[in-house]
């Protein structure tokens, strides 16, 4: 193998000064010869590439190679049969089509609906050359042994299986097939899967020399790495950066590789620690803004670095260098917005992979957010499937879907004309079925764009794998080939060569800088958390590690790995090379450092833990550990600091620092929690006094003065959390809505209409006899739906039904004795326009609502005077073990909806009037009567609902910040508003109403 050169560096500088620019000085302008580089990834060659540029030596004409382009090309010049490389996704399905064979293996079920963790591991070994047979667990090697003999049936091969041919071809080969020269940088004991690959490289090159990145020799998985390229080209050549060039802040990175290290000589960084994301994107932002105004005239290089690619920090940072209209290069960049007609079809796939209920919810808002479904239709949609829901119990579309079609739910009908247009597809199937049914959405949404795209990747499929595959692993794959590639940055953002560069980690480890912040640096963040996969842990992994490892050709010391193999590379190993590669960044810049963490997390506020990075270098800095009032004070100066550059660049610094609607914000932040005042339209009030007193169900008046500021947003600004079928359990509801239901006293099944008149109550066994036959009837259209499905009827629906049916029985034993109550009416509505005086108070309220049974003492009709003269007995059903009323407990505001209804029922001219909250366990005997409505204890509470409804003043009660205090859903600005100046500003407002 003709590798005329090998060389070890530690540090960026050393590479370009020693090898990549006398490469380039001396093969660079030879334009007959071919010449190639072939490094990590793409940000190794950004940078060599721009320093090309920057000392004018040509990059043009060169081929610049990353693994996967350098195997393409290899594999395009190679002569035999074509070899098909297998794709991610590809392997993915048939990791997951091959645990849909294996029913009985317990890790087929566990991988079977996420099959990266098992592919990485497969993959592990294959990139070590080994097979799955070395895996200790029988389950583990079946399952790789299914989705390995698909792969062959397919004709696929895996990267590492091609790196491995391609070696084996250019071994019997002369030198120089592909070209003349070869540079390899960049390539450390973290790559050993690549082995095979840079072997092939430095043989298909005429001359070829290697540059390995090695940051920590004394680990053996690094030492091994410099061996094996040992054994082929001879003792390496060490490469030391120009003094000029090495950093200033060496001794301190160091404390990273060795904890105990002495502070030394030198500047030390600097750190901050900012309050949340958007804090630290403001102070990195000012940081590296002064560290561009000092230095005018040397080359300035800035550098904020982030950890992994997708950092959140990164595009904070890069939003606000983009509205300061400053140069600069963003490299990460971010995920490109999803066009509509790409979320409409992800939102598809969610629905059809989900298969449940709230998919298909969440299908229906998406087709209606993205204009496939007006408001209205939207809405239709959802009621319907929350009745068939409600009906059958069930999340089962299938079942949903059979219950729609029965004739009994007309009412359902954009329900059930919604799945017959987007019906779910069958669990498992043919590749060609399965594609045939999700091209037509394709089209018809307009995703992939074009949507051919999908079915010429599909047609690619291999027609030798035949069988059925499941649902779920089709669609997952379908995602995947049409997720849109690539990474965008903003305009501003694209300036390559900008002193300003916004860099991810791997990135920055490759370039010079003058000066560095290391920003985000929190736990499981920077460094990632990485641990071993459970099937082959740590001391697996040593041993098959040693059966490989063999004494190199310079003796005791000197490690190499036998030829066929690489060195599986464990969690401690990883972690290790991430250390030693972030000591080696924080030595990189020359002039300034700076590191820095947030103290809450960015998805819930919570405490933030710090990076070990982060944590180190600071005690390092400090001379011992930090406390918390370390902390305290580094978050004091870093604001201080924030403010301070913030007034330096009053030209260009408003734009990033402030944000709209800041000034109304802080009013109602700082009004709503001044004790002195009462509420105000900040606090569940209306800022100015209602016209006419508030109409509200009588219902909707127990809710507002048991719980004011969620009853405010419920039902005065009609905002509630929306239906959420994966997190509901509707069981105790549905009992309850199917009990009331089939204990109406009256023929027929509808609510009556305003102004009714009453009705001769049937006699007990009539009674009984019409509830039994509603709840047959709703248990035979239910059965129809599940045998249309093809399931059977669950245990939990027949113990629900039973349930409720066990109510009924006992709501109309108890009130069979009662035989004088011989009149009445069941689920109607007061009339509308109704008024009624509230007791002790000189208020008219406005009352609506629906009664459960009002029994009167001879015939009369609900409307204004159609009850005078009439006795009225007012029964409102439970199915829970409620208490029964009192004053006492009136007074409270329990039981408030029945009271509303006996004042409305004497504003119809009735009287007297009893209460009775009618239970399972309960008699019938009067709880409370229209008299006791005007007893002096009730008085607070009828001041209380005369003032909500009159005046509109309605605040809170209750400690917004104790969950179990508190009910309903309430917005975030509200939550930290704290109980004792809630209970002020209640008695200001309502005076001692308690």
């Known amino acids: 193998m003709p590798l005329t050169r090998l060389c070890v560096a530690d540090h960026p500088a050393a590479v370009w000064a020693e090898a990549v620019e ?117 389950a583990a090697r079946e399952l790789a042994a299914a989705a390995v003999e698909l792969r062959a049936r397919a004709g696929w091969v895996t990267a590492a299986a091609a790196d491995r041919a391609l070696r084996d071809t250019v071994a019997g080969e002369t030198p120089g097939k592909l070209g003349d020269h070869l540079l390899a940088v960049g390539f450390g004991p973290g790559d050993w899967a690549l082995r095979p690959l840079l072997e092939a490289a430095a043989g298909s090159y005429a001359e070829a020399e290697f540059v390995l990145d090695v940051v920590d020799y004394e680990q053996p998985v690094a030492a091994a790495w410099v061996g094996v390229w040992e054994e082929l080209a001879g003792p390496a050549e060490w490469l030391e950066a120009p003094p000029e060039m090495r950093g200033s802040f060496a001794a301190q990175a160091m404390a990273l590789l060795n904890e105990n290290t002495a502070p030394g000589t030198g500047p030390r960084p600097g750190f901050y620690l900012a309050e949340d994301l958007q804090a630290e994107a403001e102070i990195v932002v000012a940081q590296a803004l002064t560290f561009l105004s000092e230095s005018d005239k040397a080359p300035t290089r800035v550098g904020v670095v982030v950890g992994p690619l997708n950092s959140p920090l990164a595009r904070e940072v890069a939003a606000r260098f983009t509205a300061l209209d400053l140069p600069h290069h963003d490299s990460p960049g971010h995920q490109p917005g999803r066009t509509n007609a790409q979320a409409l079809f992800e939102a598809w796939l969610d629905w059809q992979e989900n298969g449940r209920l709230a998919g298909l919810v969440a299908w229906v808002r998406s087709a209606q957010r993205f204009g496939q479904l007006t408001e209205d239709d939207a809405v239709a949609i959802e009621s319907g499937l929350k009745t068939a829901a409600d009906e059958t119990l069930s999340d089962d579309p299938a079942v949903l879907a059979a219950w729609l079609k029965t004739p009994m739910n007309e009412t359902a009908r954009p329900a059930a004309e919604f799945l017959a247009e987007w019906p779910q597809l069958p669990e498992t199937a043919s590749w060609r079925d399965l594609m045939a049914a999700i091209h037509p959405v394709a089209e018809k949404l307009g995703w992939p764009d074009p949507p051919s ?170 001379g011992r550990l930090p406390e918390d009032q370390d902390w305290d004070e580094l978050a004091q100066k870093s604001r201080a600091a924030l403010e301070s550059a913030q007034a330096a660049w009053p030209e260009k610094g408003g734009a990033a620092f402030t944000g709209p609607g800041v000034e109304a914000t802080a009013r109602a932040h700082i009004t709503r929690r001044d004790a002195a005042k009462p509420f105000d339209e900040f606090s569940f009030c209306l800022k100015e006094k209602p016209a006419t007193a508030l109409r509200l169900s009588c219902k909707a008046w127990e809710e507002a003065v048991a719980r004011p500021g969620a009853a405010w947003f419920k039902h005065l600004l009609r905002v509630e959390r929306r239906w959420d079928p994966a997190t509901e359990d509707g069981v105790r509801r549905v009992v309850g809505t199917w009990a009331h239901a089939w204990v109406r006293p009256g023929p027929g099944g509808r609510l009556r209409e305003d102004g009714a008149a009453s009705q001769p109550l049937p006699e007990p066994a009539l009674w009984r006899k019409l509830a039994d036959d509603r709840a047959a ?218």
């Open 22 to 138: 006398p490469w380039l000085r001396l093969r660079g302008t030879r334009w007959r010869e071919r010449r190639a580089v072939l490094v990590p990834n793409a940000a190794w060659a950004a940078a060599l590439k721009a320093q090309a540029v920057e000392h004018g030596l040509p990059a043009i004409g060169v081929a610049w190679f990353t693994p996967g382009k350098f195997r393409t090309y290899a594999l395009g010049a190679r002569s035999g049969p074509a070899m098909r490389v297998a794709l991610r996704e590809d392997l993915h399905l048939l990791v997951e089509w091959a645990a849909a064979q294996l029913p009985d293996n317990p890790l087929a079920r566990a991988y079977g609906a996420d099959a990266a963790p098992f592919q990485a591991l497969l993959d592990a070994l294959d990139g070590a050359g080994w097979g799955a047979e070395v895996l200790p667990d029988a």
């Open 453 to 622: 795209a999908l079915a010429e990747r599909a047609a690619a499929w291999p027609v030798s794998l035949t069988g059925a595959i499941p649902r779920a692993a089709g669609l997952r794959w379908v995602r995947a080939v049409t997720r849109v590639p690539g990474r965008t940055r903003g305009g501003g953002g694209r300036e390559p060569f900008a002193p300003l560069q916004i860099v991810e980690a791997a990135s920055a480890a490759a370039q010079p800088w003058t000066h560095l912040v290391l920003g985000g640096l929190q736990h499981g963040e920077w460094p990632a958390d990485e641990d071993d996969s459970p099937l082959l842990g740590e001391a697996r992994l040593a041993e098959l590690n040693r059966r490989v490892l063999r004494q190199g050709a310079q003796g005791e010391g000197d490690w190499t790995v036998a030829p066929g193999h690489g060195l599986l590379v464990t969690a401690g190993d990883r972690h290790r090379l991430a250390r030693a590669s972030f000591a080696r960044l924080a030595a990189l810049p020359t002039t300034g450092l700076v590191l820095g963490a947030r103290r809450a997390d960015p998805a819930d506020g919570r405490a933030a833990r710090f990076s070990e990075y982060f944590w180190t270098l600071a005690a390092h800095a400090l």
């Open 777 to 994: 009837e709703q248990r035979a259209a239910v059965n129809a739906a599940f045998t249309m499905a093809g399931r059977p009827l669950p245990e939990a629906w027949l113990d629900a039904w039973a349930s409720a049916g066990r109510a009924v029985r006992d709501w109309i034993d108890a009130l069979a004795g009662e035989n004088e109550w011989r009149e009445g009416l069941g689920e109607f509505y007061l009339p509308a326009g109704l008024n009624g005086p509230l007791p002790l108070v000189n208020v008219a309220m406005p009352l609506a609502g629906r009664l459960d049974l009002v029994r009167l003492s001879r015939a009369g009709v609900f409307a204004p005077g159609g009850l005078t003269g009439t006795g009225a007995w007012l029964v409102d059903f439970k199915t829970g073990g409620d208490q029964t009323l009192s004053v006492a407990r009136l007074a409270k505001g329990e039981g408030l909806q029945l009271a509303l209804y006996a004042v409305a029922l004497q504003a119809l001219g009735a009287g007297p009037v009893r209460l009775t909250l009618l239970t399972r366990e309960g008699g019938a005997e009067a709880q409370l009567t229209g008299e006791e409505l005007a007893d002096p204890p009730l008085a607070g509470l009828w001041q209380l609902v005369a003032d909500l409804a009159v005046a509109g003043q309605w605040g809170e009660r209750h400690d917004l910040a104790d969950a179990h205090d508190r009910a309903g859903d309430y917005p975030l600005a509200t939550l930290p508003m704290p109980g004792e100046i809630i209970r002020q500003k209640w008695a200001l407002t309502h005076g001692n109403i308690k």
